[in-house]
């Protein structure tokens, strides 16, 4: 059973930091991309970034190019997400994917149970 666990969000002030975790089982990140998505009120869902299981090329969407960086730990099936300059239009809850990618959308398998990040003003 694939289980991806979120942890890490929390409220920041805007030109914070944070570092979300994501916890995954239940498959191989040689098998499967991994990412994170996230979902602000009243908005669709939207791809952050993407890592290829096939060859490990990393998609970042256009708005956290630069201030966000994914890194994953294999050898703990580890996945995480550090935020830096983190504004108000970064609020949202993020997700940990698996599956494929479509550019910085991973899609096409599990989703966690997301965490909530809030940036005040």
């Known amino acids: 059973e694939v289980q991806l666990v979120e942890s890490g969000g929390g409220l920041v002030q805007a030109g914070g930091s944070l570092r979300l975790s994501c916890a995954a089982s239940g498959f191989s990140f040689d098998d499967y991309a991994i990412g994170w998505l996230r979902q602000a009120p009243g908005k669709e869902r939207e791809g952050v970034v993407c890592v290829s299981a096939v060859d490990d090329n990393i998609w970042y969407a256009e708005s956290v190019k630069g201030r966000f960086t994914v890194s994953r730990d294999k050898a703990k099936n580890m996945v995480y997400l550090e935020m830096n300059s983190l504004n108000s239009e970064d609020t949202a809850v993020y997700y940990c994917?698996?599956?494929?990618?479509?550019?910085?959308?991973?899609?096409?398998?599990?989703w966690g149970q997301g965490t909530q990040v809030t940036v005040s003003p």
């Open positions: 994917a698996n599956g494929y990618c479509s550019e910085s959308y991973t899609t096409g398998g599990s």
